[in-house]
């Protein structure tokens, strides 16, 4: 009997899927249980499996076209049977659904130009942020040519002691002389060169440097671009969220330098189960909402539903959009167990590779941009929770403590709320359990 391959909806959000790429191909023979295709959601990418056996009679939809959930993709059946009926009745349908495939014209979009490649470095700095810079495509030779002298920061420019009295000396500007010492650095042997020929030759340019030529930016071609699956669903979760939630804010600031002193003790005592500043913020969270369980709550009818265990949706950047993986009953695990499984959980986000459980149903959200040097933000709540914390980074600040100034590691948090379940006393309740954890941390490992 003919078996149907069709864009099985992964989520419950899902409206459409993308398909990425066919793991068989026509005239394979199949059983049932087998991975048939892999295809983008609105939330990872995930494969498709063959719901009956026989042979791939026909691929209906190719690789890199997006179509809606239940749309035919392919047809599974023994040689001998007629697929003609099934294949009709798929054309029939696409005169209501539509498929598009990233050739596919649009009224809108102009064409989209070539680009040139850009080359990039990836590097780490100390804060283990992920740092893109431009490498110089150019071939790199073992003895590059001099280039033009370099200037600091105050505008001087930069030249060995020696090399400056010399060209003061000789009366020679050492700004217009072409540095071949690291960073463009003017040596000795720059001024010698100088001075070699000055009174036979005119300065050669390789040598005596002209005003630099400031490369013009080229303005990137207008384009458009089909948005991904998460993109879309990110879309319509927000216009969810913003437009009908009341929301409001409240933000508190907290002095972090012994919940940082106690991470850095666990870590050396602990070197291979590094926690990070993150997993204090789980811990700290999970156990003030299990103190105050009415922000553990959603709206849902005109009804509270207060949830019975702490499932903490973690905020998480992907390629094209945002996930959020949730770590289940964090209100009964300790420290080093919340650091273990929400790093497992934020690698595998990262790599598309969550199943719909694992980033569903969350009660509480945490979103923490400190790594990119943020200092507060108010974040969008993700419903149907009622509540998502906003964390920035830890700065060194001058703070009054018993009447003294003092430099502390101060860090700011920030909760929306939806008023329709929080009330301005018990958010700042929560705020302020959420607070004494981090500036107490016994708490987060008793």
């Keep these: 009997m003919a078996t149907k391959v ?3 909806q992964l989520s419950p ?3 459409e899927g993308k398909l990425i790429a066919w793991r068989v191909s026509e005239g394979d023979t199949i059983s049932q249980g087998d991975i048939v295709a892999e295809i983008e959601t609105d939330k990872a990418n995930m494969e498709i499996e063959a719901l009956g056996g026989g042979v791939l009679r026909k691929i209906v939809v190719e ?4 179509v809606p959930v239940g749309a035919l993709i392919g047809v599974i059946a023994e040689l001998e049977e007629s697929i003609d009926d099934m294949l009709a009745s798929a054309k029939t349908a696409d005169t209501t659904k539509e498929v598009r495939s990233p050739d596919s014209p649009t009224d809108t979009a102009p064409p989209i130009e070539k680009q040139t490649p850009v080359t990039t ?4 700095d100390a804060t283990n942020k992920n740092v893109t810079k431009a490498v110089d495509p150019r071939p790199i030779t073992a003895q590059p040519d001099p280039v033009p002298s370099m200037t600091t920061v ?3 420019v930069k030249a060995s002691p ?7 000396e000789a009366g020679i500007d050492v700004a217009m002389i072409a540095g071949s010492g690291p960073s463009g650095r003017v040596v000795k042997s720059d001024v010698e060169a100088v001075l070699s020929i000055k009174t036979s030759t005119p300065p050669p340019q390789a040598i005596v440097k002209t005003a630099p030529e400031i490369p013009v930016p080229v303005a990137p071609a207008p384009r458009v671009e089909e948005a991904s699956q998460m993109r879309k669903a990110i879309a319509r979760r927000l216009v969810q969220s913003i437009g009908p939630i009341p929301h409001f804010f409240l933000t508190i600031e907290i002095d972090m330098g012994r919940a940082l002193e106690l991470r850095t003790d666990l870590n050396d005592r602990f070197p291979d189960e590094k926690i990070g500043v993150n997993d204090l913020f789980l811990k700290a969270a999970a156990e003030a909402l299990t103190r105050h369980p009415m922000i553990n709550a959603s709206w849902e009818n005109d009804t509270v539903r207060y949830h019975g265990t702490v499932d903490l949706s973690i905020a998480v950047a992907v390629e094209g959009g945002l996930i959020t993986p949730v770590l289940r009953d964090a209100g009964r695990k300790e420290l080093r167990q919340i650091s273990v499984e ?4 934020i690698e595998r986000a990262r790599e598309k590779a969550l199943q719909p459980e694992e980033y569903q149903n969350g009660t509480f959200s945490i979103s923490n941009l400190g790594m990119f040097e943020i200092d507060q933000f108010t974040a969008i709540i993700n419903p149907p929770e009622a509540g998502i914390l906003a964390i920035g980074r830890t700065v060194e600040k001058p703070v009054v403590v018993s009447g003294e100034v003092q430099v502390r590691k101060r860090m700011r948090a920030t909760m929306s709320c939806d008023h329709r379940v929080i009330d301005g006393a018990s958010g700042a309740q929560f705020l302020d359990t959420f607070k004494a954890i981090l500036e107490n941390p016994l708490h987060l490992i008793l």
């Design 154 to 156: 105050d505008g001087r």
């Design 342 to 345: 929400a790093h497992e959980l």
């Design 6 to 8: 069709v864009m099985a």
């Design 121 to 124: 470095a990836q590097s780490t």
């Design 63 to 66: 690789a890199g076209q997006t």
């Design 13 to 15: 959000t899902m409206e």
């Design 162 to 168: 020696v090399a400056r009295r010399m060209a003061l």
